[in-house]
T-cell receptor, first 116, second 113 residues
Framework: AQKITQTQPGMFVQEKEAVTLDCTYD???????LFWYKQPSSGEMIFLIY??????QNATEGRYSLNFQKARKSANLVISASQLGDSAMYFCAMREGLQGAQKLVFGQGTRLTINP | EAQVTQNPRYLITVTGKKLTVTCSQNMNHEYMSWYRQDPGLGLRQIYYSMNVEVTDKGDVPEGYKVSRKEKRNFPLILESPSPNQTSLYFCASSSTPPQETQYFGPGTRLLVL
């Protein structure tokens, strides 16, 4: 079974609009971390935002926020006031557990295109 | 500047010719990992290392070897590359606190003919 599911292969959004990228996860471990990465066409992986399973508040980093709904096992990325430079692939990832291997399990990604 | 470096960035090789992709980090991180990225599959972990001389298999280790003789270096070795190892490879590192994210290298694009 998929541990990280991103149901939107592609999204097209008008510049300056807000956009929500969906991510659902599956784990039985009470301790886990959720991450979002951006991959522009140049290929590098850019860390955007992190949410811990015990964090009480939703994470925010500038224009990025993570809508964490623990009971629904959902960790959607919200980008406010989108810009042309936001066009990229976006990956949701999960790390399970506090100890042991820090393996990130990735979703298949969502390709976001911002239209002028 | 804190960074993870990989070399080479691009490589075209032929089936069976041994190759090594180097990875180095300057952040004194204990944990290092290799991933491969294939279209439609996201990133999958190949091998990881918790510290010097401590390595273990990830989800897709077949056809790969690694070593961790120094803390800063974690090379990926393909003893006999095959076309199904054509992929984009990323090295990543992090320190041990669980909230630390993994810092990724720039990636190595490998084509095996």
């Amino acid at each position: 079974a998929q541990k990280i599911t991103q149901t939107q292969p592609g999204m097209f959004v008008q510049e300056k609009e807000a956009v929500t990228l969906d991510c659902t996860y599956d784990t039985s471990d009470p301790s886990y971390g959720l991450f979002w990465y951006k991959q522009p066409s140049s290929g590098e992986m850019i860390f955007l935002i992190y949410q811990g399973s015990y964090d009480q508040q939703n994470a925010t980093e500038g224009r990025y926020s993570l809508n964490f709904q623990k009971a629904r096992k959902s960790a959607n990325l919200v980008i406010s006031a989108s810009q042309l430079g936001d066009s990229a692939m976006y990956f949701c990832a999960m790390r399970e557990g506090l100890q042991g291997a820090q393996k990130l399990v990735f979703g298949q990604g969502t390709r976001l295109t911002i239209n002028p | 500047e804190a960074q993870v470096t990989q070399n080479p960035r691009y490589l075209i090789t032929v089936t069976g010719k041994k190759l090594t992709v180097t990875c180095s980090q300057n952040m004194n991180h204990e944990y290092m990992s290799w991933y491969r990225q294939d279209p439609g599959l996201g990133l999958r972990q190949i091998y990881y290392s918790m510290n010097v001389e401590v390595t273990d298999k990830g989800d897709v280790p077949e056809g790969y070897k690694v070593s961790r003789k120094e803390k800063r270096n974690f090379p990926l070795i393909l003893e006999s590359p095959s076309p199904n190892q054509t992929s984009l490879y990323f090295c990543a590192s992090s320190s041990t606190p669980p909230q630390e994210t993994q810092y990724f290298g720039p990636g190595t694009r490998l084509l095996v003919l």
